[in-house]
């Protein structure tokens, strides 16, 4: 199978050069020629299968030059037994009659990008060998705060890389931020720029595209590469979860194999509901795909009216791996709803380069609505959805509870009662100021976030992950803040190519 760009369907590389690359050249995304094609026979076959030999059977369908030795020991190094905190790796809860949440926060960094970030590097050094031997991989990373931490962690002294993470000074809670600045390893360093997520994202696509500073790289046997999204790698991981969540249902009995679900995420760059959606394409009964946002609601207007507009307030909120207005995977969705088309997809994303904004056509909106439905809340309407679940047993973090509180609003406006699936996509403790003040109402004005984290432990009886917990006596290494044009001087200076 091979793989095209999203701006120039000439483009044909294989998934290796696709994930080594991690952008096209054009600037486009790589996305398969071909949506491989799943039946229930398939699904079948998985049901009585762990989490790494579904993985393994999966990812073959995309990863076709791969040998399977090679996916055997990439899946096996992601996902091995200990790395998670759950022997399933991604357990499912039941929460309510028909819904169940999709944990998919027990790995290393206690968020969902682990499942990807942990693969990631595997596949990467993989690729890397095939396409481009003797070249050190730079991955360059924008987070709003969840991904620069798990890829930190998952590149840290992976031999022949480097990473740095670029992340919003005040765009990410105090766990986040010592997440990342205390991160050990020999191969790694961490910015923060005065800015926000758009801004890192945007610094990092124009460091990632600029044909000087690649070609100064390559003078120095480097190459670029992307942990983020955009990276093909990071997308075929999360393929993965909802087909097995799907033969998890099959296996506790929510659903018998070929009936439908329904899945809600709560989205940013629109990465994790776009596996959802390629696992749909492939065979999975998925009915709706329903898109959650935060007050940051860019998605919820474009999938109900089709018009995308990020000339709009941007709200800081409590569920900041969510604060996003350029959700670069749209790209990708796009381009598969217009039958392929370079042409259409290079129109909208100029439009949005030059004006912020653009219109899809009806042909394209009513593809949309077929697959997905939106809504947004806000942060008080978060809260109070943290408190409810509580209530009932589940103790959510900021952004599951966004999800769990639009999935409610669409069951009140359509009855539709197929049995859902929440992605729950970090442990609460990375968020304990607002999960706090939700369960609990007034915090004390002077506790910082480890009297916080306490406090959320004692008045809950949720143990606090012993990562997060042991942050607390650690120090930051990485203090450096830089406005967004220096971004290129700060990675010259890691890398050492002044
Ligand atoms: C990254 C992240 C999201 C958003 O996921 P996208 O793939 O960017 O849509 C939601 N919740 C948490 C906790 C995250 O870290």
């Given at each position: 199978m091979l793989y095209t760009s999203t701006r120039d369907t000439s483009v044909r590389v294989s998934s290796a050069q696709a994930i080594a690359r991690?952008?096209?050249?054009?600037?486009g995304l790589f996305v398969p020629e071909s949506i491989p094609q799943i039946d229930r026979a398939f699904l079948d076959s998985l049901v009585p299968l762990d989490y790494i030999s579904r993985a393994k059977k999966i990812l073959a369908l995309y990863l076709t030059d791969f040998t399977a030795e090679e996916i055997d020991s990439c899946v096996q190094g992601a996902y091995?037994?200990?790395?998670?905190?759950?022997e399933k790796v991604a357990p499912l809860k039941k929460i309510a009659d028909g819904a169940q949440v999709l944990e998919l926060w027990r790995g290393p960094t206690c968020a969902f990008k682990d499942m990807a970030l942990q693969l990631l590097p595997y596949l990467l050094t993989t690729a890397a060998k095939k396409s481009a031997p003797d070249k050190t991989i730079v991955i360059l990373v924008a987070t709003s705060g969840d991904t620069g931490k798990a890829a930190l962690e998952g590149f840290?002294?992976?031999?022949?890389t480097k990473i740095m993470v670029f992340y919003p000074n005040d765009g990410v809670s105090p766990m986040q931020k010592l997440q990342m600045t205390t991160q050990e390893g020999e191969n790694v360093a961490v910015c923060a720029i005065n800015g926000n997520f758009d801004d890192a994202q945007n610094g990092v696509k124009a460091i990632f595209t600029d044909k000087a500073v690649g070609e100064k790289l390559a003078r120095n046997g480097m190459m670029f590469s992307s942990a983020?999204?955009?990276n093909w790698g990071r997308l075929v991981p999360q393929i993965v979860y909802y087909i097995s969540a799907y033969c998890d249902m099959i296996e506790n009995g929510a659903i018998r194999n070929g009936d439908e679900i329904n899945i809600v995420v709560p989205t940013g760059n629109f990465g994790n509901i776009l596996a959802a959606y390629y696992a749909k394409r492939m065979g999975v009964p998925v009915k709706t795909l329903l898109c959650a946002s935060n007050a940051n609601n860019v998605l919820t207007d474009f999938l109900t009216t089709g018009v995308y507009d990020r000339n709009r307030r941007f709200y800081t909120t409590?569920?900041?791996?969510?604060?996003?207005?350029?959700?670069?995977n749209l790209e990708r969705l796009l381009f598969h709803l217009s039958g392929d088309s370079d042409k259409r997809v290079n129109g909208w994303m100029a439009a949005l380069k030059k004006t912020g904004t653009y219109t899809v056509e009806a042909d394209i909106l009513a593809a949309l609505k077929a697959d997905f439905a939106a809504g947004c809340c806000d942060d008080t309407a978060t809260k109070e959805t943290i408190k409810t679940t509580w209530a009932g047993g589940y103790l959510s973090d900021t952004h599951t509870a966004v999800a769990i509180h639009v999935y409610e609003d669409y069951l009140a406006k359509?009855?539709?009662?197929?049995p859902t699936v929440i992605a729950s996509t970090a442990n609460p403790y990375k968020f304990s100021a607002a999960v706090l003040s939700a369960v609990q109402g007034d915090v004390p004005a002077d506790a910082d976030e480890f009297a916080q984290v306490e406090l959320l432990c004692k008045c809950t009886g949720e143990p606090c992950p012993n990562q997060l917990a042991t942050l607390k006596n650690k120090t930051p290494r990485f203090t450096a803040c830089c406005n967004k044009e220096d971004m290129e001087a700060q990675v010259y200076a890691m890398l050492g190519i002044g």
């Amino acid at each position: 199978m091979l793989y095209t760009s999203t701006r120039d369907t000439s483009v044909r590389v294989s998934s290796a050069q696709a994930i080594a690359r991690g952008i096209s050249a054009d600037g486009g995304l790589f996305v398969p020629e071909s949506i491989p094609q799943i039946d229930r026979a398939f699904l079948d076959s998985l049901v009585p299968l762990d989490y790494i030999s579904r993985a393994k059977k999966i990812l073959a369908l995309y990863l076709t030059d791969f040998t399977a030795e090679e996916i055997d020991s990439c899946v096996q190094g992601a996902y091995r037994a200990g790395k998670f905190s759950s022997e399933k790796v991604a357990p499912l809860k039941k929460i309510a009659d028909g819904a169940q949440v999709l944990e998919l926060w027990r790995g290393p960094t206690c968020a969902f990008k682990d499942m990807a970030l942990q693969l990631l590097p595997y596949l990467l050094t993989t690729a890397a060998k095939k396409s481009a031997p003797d070249k050190t991989i730079v991955i360059l990373v924008a987070t709003s705060g969840d991904t620069g931490k798990a890829a930190l962690e998952g590149f840290r002294d992976v031999p022949g890389t480097k990473i740095m993470v670029f992340y919003p000074n005040d765009g990410v809670s105090p766990m986040q931020k010592l997440q990342m600045t205390t991160q050990e390893g020999e191969n790694v360093a961490v910015c923060a720029i005065n800015g926000n997520f758009d801004d890192a994202q945007n610094g990092v696509k124009a460091i990632f595209t600029d044909k000087a500073v690649g070609e100064k790289l390559a003078r120095n046997g480097m190459m670029f590469s992307s942990a983020n999204s955009i990276n093909w790698g990071r997308l075929v991981p999360q393929i993965v979860y909802y087909i097995s969540a799907y033969c998890d249902m099959i296996e506790n009995g929510a659903i018998r194999n070929g009936d439908e679900i329904n899945i809600v995420v709560p989205t940013g760059n629109f990465g994790n509901i776009l596996a959802a959606y390629y696992a749909k394409r492939m065979g999975v009964p998925v009915k709706t795909l329903l898109c959650a946002s935060n007050a940051n609601n860019v998605l919820t207007d474009f999938l109900t009216t089709g018009v995308y507009d990020r000339n709009r307030r941007f709200y800081t909120t409590v569920s900041p791996s969510m604060d996003i207005l350029i959700s670069s995977n749209l790209e990708r969705l796009l381009f598969h709803l217009s039958g392929d088309s370079d042409k259409r997809v290079n129109g909208w994303m100029a439009a949005l380069k030059k004006t912020g904004t653009y219109t899809v056509e009806a042909d394209i909106l009513a593809a949309l609505k077929a697959d997905f439905a939106a809504g947004c809340c806000d942060d008080t309407a978060t809260k109070e959805t943290i408190k409810t679940t509580w209530a009932g047993g589940y103790l959510s973090d900021t952004h599951t509870a966004v999800a769990i509180h639009v999935y409610e609003d669409y069951l009140a406006k359509t009855g539709d009662r197929t049995p859902t699936v929440i992605a729950s996509t970090a442990n609460p403790y990375k968020f304990s100021a607002a999960v706090l003040s939700a369960v609990q109402g007034d915090v004390p004005a002077d506790a910082d976030e480890f009297a916080q984290v306490e406090l959320l432990c004692k008045c809950t009886g949720e143990p606090c992950p012993n990562q997060l917990a042991t942050l607390k006596n650690k120090t930051p290494r990485f203090t450096a803040c830089c406005n967004k044009e220096d971004m290129e001087a700060q990675v010259y200076a890691m890398l050492g190519i002044g």
